[in-house]
């Protein structure tokens, strides 16, 4: 199989999706009661959601009570939650004490911070969160180590120590930022995806109806340079967002997190996503088809050949 195969093998139509984001909604009066009564987390949310990750943990780590901090963080614990889709996001941030790690976990002493939480972000992908797509039958759980333990460093919009049950970051009120010049370069990222999914279209279609292998290997070219360049402008789009939650960005109110809720508003967030998934998809088949497996990543071959 040839990758441009693996690309039009499962072929769909793209459009603009525009998705409800409570990022430019009033903030609401209370916070989710489906988490919290008195400002306080429901005693089912607590327990379940320290059950979920120690259970995980415990199956290829010693001691994960010694060396994890558990916190809810983001909109779903903000006075943003109404506008939440269903079922409604849950984010909960890890920090990892690594020293203590280490100490219990000696097999992996030469490892680095990051290698880490890469490794533990990968079981987490691959074992944790499917088993948590409806937790309580209401919300997505997702877990996630970040680089950095201290979760106020992160700048999140709210931040809940489950195990002190206590808020580290309290919510507040503020609401998006206003700011023209924003909104322009915003909507250059909505007219590029716009452009990228008209010649995908263009060339999903010519790709269909070729006369002759000439002509369809023209079109398959001209298809996998929109699908790649749309997987590489939501990279961009992405990664980016990443820099608003550390030491040096500004949380909520930077731009690179106003990019990111603005292209979920307009749509070109959730279509690039899926050209993005169509060249990660395509990528992984030609791999398994060709070498009998999905290639590693290079991080994950650098973590295997430290652990040995």
């Given at each position: ?60 780590y010693a001691e994960p009570d010694a060396w ?241």
């Amino acid at each position: 199989m040839n990758y441009y195969k693996a690309l039009t093998e499962h072929l769909s139509d793209i459009e603009l999706e525009p998705t409800e984001t409570s990022y430019f909604s009033k903030p609401d009066i209370g916070l989710d009661p489906r988490l919290f009564r008195d400002g306080r987390l429901v005693p089912e949310v607590h327990n379940g959601i320290i059950s979920e990750l120690h259970n995980h943990l415990k199956l290829g780590y010693a001691e994960p009570d010694a060396w994890t901090r558990i916190y809810l963080a983001g909109s779903g614990v903000s006075y943003r939650w109404a506008a939440q889709r269903d079922p409604a996001d849950l984010d909960c941030l890890v920090s990892v004490d690594y020293i203590q790690f280490r100490q219990a976990n000696q097999e992996y002493k030469h490892w680095s911070d990051k290698e880490i939480a890469a490794e533990i972000n990968q079981g987490f992908r691959n074992e944790l969160h499917p088993r948590n797509e409806s937790f309580m039958g209401t919300f997505e759980l997702t877990f996630y180590v970040n680089l950095n333990p201290d979760i106020e460093a992160l700048r999140p919009y709210a931040a809940y120590s489950v195990l002190d049950d206590s808020w580290v970051v309290p919510p507040s009120d503020e609401e998006a930022p206003f700011n023209p010049e924003w909104d322009q370069a915003t909507l250059s990222d909505t007219e590029k995806a716009s452009e990228i999914i008209k010649r995908y279209t263009i060339a999903m279609s010519q790709v269909k109806s070729a006369a002759n292998d000439s002509m369809r290997l023209n079109a398959e070219v001209a298809l996998a340079n929109a699908v790649h360049q749309g997987s590489a402008l939501y990279k961009d789009i992405h990664e980016s967002r990443k820099s608003a939650f550390s030491p040096s960005g500004q949380g909520f109110s930077d731009f690179a997190n106003y990019r990111w809720q603005a292209g979920k508003k307009s749509g070109a967030v959730n279509s690039l996503k899926k050209l993005h998934g169509m060249a990660e998809e395509a990528s992984a088949k030609f791999s398994t088809e060709t070498y009998g497996m999905e290639l590693p990543s290079t991080d994950t071959l650098i973590r295997r050949s430290a652990i040995k």
